[in-house]
């Protein structure tokens, strides 16, 4: 009995051994995000970080997602190259690509566009040319950088993306 006890003592003082790897991804969707989205909306918030713009910067680049592709990336088959691609949908308008539904006449390289994290880099750089970024209203900001035809829809996507950037560390 004393030896079954010690034996249990041993074993409750061990560490729980995970089978899940140490640095594993992780596995839960981000608010409002399906595992998709959440996929994705991950490799933004980590160029996010990597690129220095803050949770200000984050929500403009996540509520510009969500107004441009629902953060999808999308292929274009007027740009074929496009197509050879990871994608989750294939669009039509012009030769927009990617999550961000950026111009491949502008944005000439397909590789860079067509990733999450490549087009977000894009749209940062994009942002940091807009005087007075840092403090002016995200649905602004996204407007801004974008210059799309549909001004308004940025701002109904504030919300989420400063709930999804909080959940993503920023």
């Avoid at 981000?30 to 949770?55: R, W, Y």
């Avoid at 197509?83 to 294939?90: I, M, N």
């Avoid at 005087?131 to 829809?153: E, F, H, I």
Wanted: aromatic fraction near 6%; charged fraction near 15%.
């Amino acid at each position: 009995m004393q030896l079954s006890l010690i034996a249990f003592a041993l074993a409750a003082a061990l560490p729980m051994v995970s089978a899940s790897p140490v640095n594993a991804a992780p596995t839960a969707n981000l608010p409002g995000l399906n595992a998709v989205q959440s996929k994705h909306a991950q490799a933004i918030i980590g160029q996010a970080k990597t690129d220095g713009v803050g949770a200000h910067g984050c929500q403009a680049v996540i509520a510009t997602a969500m107004v441009e592709s629902s953060i999808l990336v999308y292929a274009n088959k007027a740009v074929p190259a496009s197509l050879q691609y990871p994608h989750d949908r294939v669009g039509s308008d012009h030769d927009a690509i990617g999550i961000f539904q950026q111009r491949a006449s502008v944005y000439r390289d397909i590789a860079v566009t067509m990733d999450p994290a490549g087009s977000a880099g894009q749209f940062f750089a994009e942002m940091k040319k807009v005087n007075g970024w840092r403090t002016m209203a995200v649905a602004t900001l996204c407007q801004k950088v974008q210059r799309s035809a549909y001004p308004g829809r940025y701002a109904k996507q504030v919300g989420l993306a400063t709930n999804v950037c909080k959940a993503g560390g920023l």
